[in-house]
């Protein structure tokens, strides 16, 4: 393997393929200082405005005992789960369904036939385009008119899976993309077929150094649950919305509700990390 370094003015280091290009030039000393004093800056920002937040609630009466007394009784935190296992439900079927659709409209998008590239690709680009709100609506008011009726967790989910795999689609196609050209021209030195060297050559490949970007998108697909509300699906928001209301400490269950939302995504982002970390 051959290296190669091409330096341009004012441009530093990055990696691609077998060459190194620069692309920008590292900080210097000054430069790491007023990055440092920034960061400094932003975190006392930060601080403060989380204590004046805390000094507000406090005002409110919103840090009170009767405001949060209801989390430590079993029944309520068992609702609050339960909505949490609807959400994880949602988003792990979803996830099943979004993603080996993505590959396969990724796919479509690659052939070298027309018209199953039109197809894809008008697929991908509709459902880009339209909100995933609108399309909760369509299952919701818009098919019932017509005699078609779901059940409300595939009125949620079936959306969801529309809407995210034309996101999946184009990650896969660009990390096909992002693939070396020798890989393909290997295999069809070896006599594969175009279909052959997509499935079992260029498409594992791709998806080996996408499985982080893939699992980064389960935090997309988790948010979206969140308008299972829509659709009355008892999710985790909807949950909290009803205990809220029912306790009359809608801010605090909300934010309870917050925090388990941030746990799950904290460890979804830790995986793919841990994935990134590990990919060779």
Same mark, same amino acid.
């Given at each position: 393997?051959?290296?190669?370094?091409?330096?341009t003015?004012k441009?530093g280091?990055?990696?691609h @393929?077998?060459?190194?290009?620069?692309? =920008?030039?590292?900080? *210097?000393?000054?430069a790491?200082?007023?990055?440092?004093?920034?960061t400094?800056?932003?975190l006392i920002?930060?601080?403060?405005?989380?204590?004046?937040a805390?000094?507000?609630?406090?005002?409110? /009466?919103?840090?009170?005992?009767?405001?949060?007394?209801? =989390? @430590?009784?079993?029944?309520?935190?068992? =609702?609050l789960?339960d909505?949490l *296992?609807e959400t994880?439900?949602?988003?792990a079927?979803?996830?099943?369904?979004?993603f080996?659709?993505?590959?396969?409209?990724a796919l479509?998008?690659?052939?070298?036939?027309?018209?199953?590239?039109?197809?894809?690709?008008t697929?991908?680009?509709? =459902?880009r385009?339209?909100?995933?709100?609108?399309?909760?609506y369509?299952f919701l008011? /818009?098919l &019932?008119g !017509? *005699?078609?009726t779901? &059940?409300?967790?595939?009125?949620?989910? !079936?959306?969801?899976?529309? @809407?995210?795999?034309?996101?999946v689609?184009?990650?896969?196609?660009?990390?096909?993309?992002?693939l070396p050209? /020798?890989?393909?021209?290997?295999? $069809?030195?070896? @006599?594969?077929?175009?279909r052959?060297?997509m499935?079992?050559?260029?498409? &594992?490949?791709a998806l080996?150094a996408?499985? &982080?970007?893939?699992?980064?998108?389960?935090?997309?697909?988790?948010?979206?649950?969140?308008?299972g509300?829509?659709v009355s699906y008892?999710?985790l928001?909807h949950?909290a919305?009803?205990? *809220?209301e $029912?306790?009359?400490a809608?801010?605090?269950? $909300?934010?309870?509700?917050a925090?388990?939302?941030?746990?799950v995504?904290?460890?979804?982002?830790?995986?793919?990390?841990?994935l990134?970390?590990?990919?060779?």
């Open positions: 393997m051959t290296m190669t370094r091409t330096t003015p441009h280091k990055t990696k @393929g077998d060459q190194i290009h620069l692309l =920008f030039d590292p900080p *210097g000393p000054r790491r200082r007023r990055i440092r004093i920034a400094a800056v932003s920002a930060l601080a403060a405005l989380l204590a004046l805390v000094r507000q609630f406090a005002a409110h /009466g919103q840090l009170d005992r009767s405001q949060w007394w209801m =989390f @430590g009784q079993w029944p309520v935190l068992r =609702f789960l909505g *296992g994880l439900l949602a988003t079927v979803a996830a099943a369904l979004a080996p659709l993505g590959g396969l409209l479509g998008r690659l052939s070298r036939h027309r018209w199953t590239r039109a197809v894809a690709r697929y991908v680009e509709l =459902f385009s339209v909100p995933l709100l609108l399309l909760l369509v008011f /818009g &019932p !017509i *005699g078609l779901f &059940p409300v967790f595939w009125q949620l989910v !079936i959306p969801i899976v529309l @809407g995210n795999a034309a996101v689609a184009e990650i896969v196609r660009a990390g096909v993309l992002n050209r /020798g890989q393909t021209e290997a295999a $069809y030195s070896l @006599g594969m077929t175009h052959q060297t499935w079992h050559v260029v498409a &594992p490949q080996r996408l499985v &982080p970007a893939l699992v980064s998108q389960l935090v997309r697909l988790l948010k979206d649950s969140t308008l509300y829509v008892l999710e928001l949950q919305k009803v205990l *809220g $029912y306790y009359h809608v801010l605090s269950t $909300y934010l309870v509700a925090a388990c939302f941030i746990a995504n904290a460890a979804l982002s830790r995986t793919a990390a841990w990134e970390a590990r990919r060779p």
